[in-house]
């Protein structure tokens, strides 16, 4: 537990290098949630707990990556194209959980 909480003050704080932050953090996290949402909604689990639990998890832990690679992109040391289609993707990303394939 101790990790977890010391990982997401790194996140916050934007002293996780941004190709984890956005690759790991970001896109992988958030594509399992997509995947939960998907398998939850071709069950026919809509209407439940679950559902709605996983997808306000989803929500939160969105809005949390998106600011922490934001974070991370203003410190990123590299060509700023990269760090301005991280700050893109982010945004982008997330809105991807409840629609499209």
Known sequence: ???????????WAGEVPLCPAFWIYGFAVELIFKWVM??????????????????????VYSAFASVAIW????????QEAWAWAARIG???WPMGIFWGP
């Open 38 to 59: 998907r398998w939850l909604d071709a069950s026919g689990h809509t209407g439940d707990f679950a559902f709605v639990f996983v997808g306000g998890v989803a929500v």
């Open 1 to 11: 537990m101790e990790y977890l909480v010391k990982t997401a003050r790194e996140l």
């Open 71 to 78: 974070r991370s992109a203003s410190k990123f040391e590299g």
């Open 90 to 92: 982010a945004i982008v």
